[in-house]
């Protein structure tokens, strides 16, 4: 009878898996579908913060009660504000945007009754701040999921995004006698187009590949299934032995290092007689669902590496490493040290992070409701499409990225004029689903490469293994890898770290030609000997000096080279697949 059950219980089991296999492609199938419309964000994350944050406040009398009080101070400090400004005092209680919000700058928010508007909007988001924060047993990370979902709800509704509540929009229908609101509604009709048929932003065609940006001399002298690697033409007579070899990220197209050739960084380095290579990344499609991260440090840095030693034997190299391309280096150099391999110069950091615990505002959505709901989406098309992961990048700024074109395009009627880096920003690749899944997960997620867990070749590696001198840089207003995130480098590296904190932006603040108006930089040495220092305490003893950064890193790259030059390199008998900028950066 005992054998009779278990025959039984094993043939249900049988006929219960192909419903259950059934079942989930019916969730992923909704899972993607979903993501389609919600910029790759889970529904559940947000579903799961409020949920926390509601349940926590239900219990607590004593938070309600103080946010109820808040608001009728908040009421009472706005009739204090208005009362001043209608008495033409000199108002004690008005309440600024942040230093980063420049919807109210114009004169005309100072007017009646427009000043009561933002008054009463930013009043209103400094309430709800307080409300979604400080709720005793909420989660640090639901806390801020919350704060973070209320300011964008409330963005929304902010005054200046309204005809009827924006002093500028209807100063400029005077102005015009509403034709902006013609030229508006042109603009979206033409932008609709373009988006409906995944052609590029309109402007961008200005801004052509290996015409306009992209234009350095070079030739591409390796090429596999995933890079090509191009060598760019020397500028002087001779060039300084080690070669620099750049490993841009493969979220985007390598040419903001050779945007045009005023702002080119591999230009510059060029004129100042460096040797410098690029890895130029495939644009994979769904046929490359399968590559890995790891296929990425053997084909990609370790490839170029490699063809690097054939074609100059015996010379170190500075490696450098940009955004996510950092976050490879710096899981190829520890491998590297780990093996033995002594090909490194020195490894330089632009913008790149090891340690994504305080990884900003973009790791609030990197959790197991998170990455199964974008795994989904990936799985079925095989790749994450750059422009669903651009508009996740937008919503971290909405205000900048999204509210602010609205207001300028459609509702004043004029066009932003097109730069080369924002026709840059528009040109998106796509990611594998095995290598981006790989990557959110052990690195995002469970932080592997931090904690001593990320393995390669079917070993551990460690950060702390490298011991050739580290240039590591950060932007003041990175939201994409946090400068202070960024810094963190220090506590897993022994060896000598040099830190340098540049002005602007993830993007801007790299490109820093000379003579770019308004830049400024801090820059401090840590040798091995040196005691550990926070963040903060940096800041106080790096002094701010003016200008571009370039020079900086020059000299240190300088200090940490041989000194000896070589010849020319590009004598004719070097082999060519095609000359710069290559075949895969034109890969739609």
């Known amino acids: 009878m005992k054998h009779e059950l278990d025959l039984t219980r094993l043939a249900s089991a049988k006929e219960v898996e192909p419903f259950e296999q059934a079942a989930a492609a019916i969730d992923q199938a909704f899972h993607g579908m979903v993501a389609r419309y919600t910029n790759v964000l889970s529904p559940m994350v947000f579903g799961a913060a409020f949920m926390d944050w509601g349940v926590h406040l239900a219990l607590s009398p004593g ?11 908040q009421w009472q400090r706005f009739g204090a504000i208005m009362l001043e400004s209608l008495t033409g005092q000199r108002s004690t209680h008005a309440i600024l945007p942040r230093p980063e919000d420049n919807r109210f700058s114009e004169p005309e928010w100072r007017q009646w009754p427009y000043y009561a508007f933002w008054q009463a909007f930013l009043l209103q988001q400094e309430w709800w701040h307080k409300a979604t924060t400080g709720v005793e047993g909420v989660t640090q990370k639901h806390e801020q999921v919350v704060a973070f979902g209320m300011r964008q709800l409330l963005d929304i509704w902010a005054p200046s995004n309204f005809i009827v509540t924006n002093p500028a929009v209807r100063r400029r229908m005077r102005e015009t006698n509403g034709a902006n609101l013609m030229d508006g509604a042109a603009n979206f009709l033409e932008d609709w187009q373009k988006l409906r048929t995944g052609q590029r932003p309109i402007g961008t065609e200005a801004y052509q590949v290996g015409r306009d940006v992209a234009v350095t001399p070079g030739k591409v002298v390796f090429r ?18 080690e070669p620099i070899l750049f490993v841009p990220a493969w979220i985007m197209k390598y040419y903001i290092l050779d945007l045009s050739p005023s702002n080119s960084l ?7 007689g460096f040797t410098v290579f690029m890895i130029s990344w495939h644009n994979p499609s769904e046929a490359d669902r399968d590559l890995s991260l790891e296929d990425y440090r053997r084909l990609g840095i370790m490839a170029a590496i490699d063809a690097i030693s054939m074609l100059l034997p015996g010379r170190k190299i ?15 150099a520890a491998t590297m040290a780990r093996d033995g391999c002594e090909k490194l110069k020195t490894v330089s950091m632009i913008a790149a992070q090891v340690d994504f615990r305080e990884g900003g505002e973009l790791t609030l959505f990197i959790d197991e409701s998170q990455l199964k709901f974008l795994e989904d989406l990936m799985r079925q098309q095989g790749f994450l499409d750059g422009r669903q992961m651009l508009g996740a990048f937008q919503l971290l700024r909405s205000n900048d990225l999204f509210w602010s074109r609205i207001i300028h395009d459609y509702l004043m009627g004029k066009r932003h004029s097109m730069t080369d880096l924002i026709a840059w920003n528009t040109d998106t690749t796509r990611m594998p689903y095995r290598m981006h899944s790989e990557y959110l997960r052990k690195l995002f997620l469970d932080n592997d490469l931090a904690e001593g867990r990320f393995e390669t070749d079917g070993r551990p590696i460690a950060v702390n293994d490298i011991h ?9 207003k990175d939201h994409i890898a946090p400068w202070k995130s960024v810094f963190k480098i220090h506590l897993l590296a022994k060896t000598e770290v040099t830190f340098l904190l540049t ?12 003579g770019h108006p308004g830049r400024h930089y801090r820059f401090h040495t840590k040798t091995e000997k040196d005691h550990y ?35 020319l390199l590009l004598d004719g008998n070097v082999s060519a697949f095609a000359d710069a900028p290559g075949t895969y950066v034109l890969e739609a």
């Not at 230009?267 to 100042?272: C, F, I, M, S």
């Open 224 to 241: 596999n299934r995933l890079i090509e690697l191009i060598l760019y033409t020397p500028k002087t007579e001779s060039v300084k032995a």
């Open 318 to 332: 500075h490696a450098t490493g940009y955004c996510l391309g950092g976050t490879l280096l710096s899981i190829a």
């Open 468 to 476: 050739v001198p580290i240039f590591a840089v950060g932007t003041e």
């Open 63 to 73: 938070k309600q009660m103080q946010i109820a009080v808040d608001q009728l101070f």
């Open 503 to 514: 002005s602007s932006g993830h993007n801007a603040g790299i490109i820093s030609e000379i």
């Open 533 to 567: 220092i926070h963040s903060n305490r940096w800041f106080a003893i790096a002094k701010r000096q003016e200008g571009s950064w370039w020079p900086q890193w020059v000299d240190w790259l300088q200090e940490h080279s041989s000194g000896e030059r070589k010849p």
């Open 266 to 272: 591999v230009r510059y380095l060029v004129e100042q």
